[in-house]
């Protein structure tokens, strides 16, 4: 069974302190690692798709990356307005119809 | 925004009303569906549509029924919901089933 685990549950940063949040997965074949931003009492926000190890990709002040196992998103001197919760996806190659498999998420807050 | 919009954004409903919630895009996929999202608990996936053919069913209670009339509209009916069913209904539409969804504003559903 596929499988997301996301740590820390939740973080808190002062304005400037860069750190990373967590996503292992166990997938049967991954085909793409997603990553949403949430806001509370909205829907997810796409940021970044995975494909394979090694990969990164960079949206102002975050960056993704991807091993075999996990995928870090790094935060380099958030701002209060990267406070949110961060969602991790995964999807697994199948003949079939191939549904995203969520984490329960980590609740940033950054405090000026 | 996402191109994807939501109506109700709120509703409050008792165990014996029927009500609809209502998903519109306006991206030209061909993928939609209808996640659950309650607190504490990684979002839940009920139902996907390609192309306006249901393809996945999670195990989801009768008293929830889709209806996909055209790739670019998708409802959920409710009837003698319960309390338990309280939480945040998310639609969210794809090129098609194997990309990155695109996420709605949600409905906040309370039954009581």
């Known amino acids: 069974e596929d499988q997301v685990t996301q740590s820390p549950e939740a973080l808190r940063l002062q304005e400037g302190e860069s750190s990373s949040l967590n996503c292992s997965y166990t997938?049967?074949?991954?085909?793409?690692l997603f990553w949403y931003r949430q806001d509370p009492g909205k829907g997810p926000e796409f940021l970044f798709t995975l494909y394979s190890a090694g990969e990164e990709k960079e949206k102002e002040r975050l960056k993704a990356t991807l091993t075999k196992k996990e995928s870090f998103l790094h935060i380099t001197a958030p701002k209060p307005e990267d406070s949110a919760t961060y969602l991790c996806?995964?999807?697994?190659?199948?003949?079939?119809?191939?549904?995203?498999?969520f984490g329960k998420g980590t609740r940033l807050s950054v405090i000026a | 925004e996402t191109g994807v919009t939501q109506t109700p954004r709120h509703l409050v409903m008792g165990m014996t009303n029927k009500k609809s919630l209502k998903c519109e895009q306006h991206?030209?996929?061909?993928?939609m569906y209808w996640y659950k999202q309650s607190a504490k608990k990684p979002l839940e996936l009920m139902f996907v549509?390609?192309?306006?053919?249901?393809?996945e069913n999670n195990s989801v209670p009768s008293r929830f029924s889709p209806e996909c009339p055209n790739s670019s509209h998708l409802f959920l009916h409710l009837h003698t919901l319960q309390p338990e069913d309280s939480a945040l209904y998310l639609c969210?539409?794809?090129?098609?089933?194997?990309?990155?969804?695109?996420f709605g504003p949600g409905t906040r559903l309370t039954v009581l």
């Open positions: 991206l030209g996929h061909n993928a």
């Open positions: 997938v049967s074949g991954l085909r793409g």
């Open positions: 969210a539409s794809s090129p098609d089933n194997n990309n990155e969804q695109f």
């Open positions: 996806a995964v999807q697994a190659w199948n003949s079939g119809n191939t549904p995203l498999v």
């Open positions: 549509y390609n192309f306006k053919e249901q393809t």
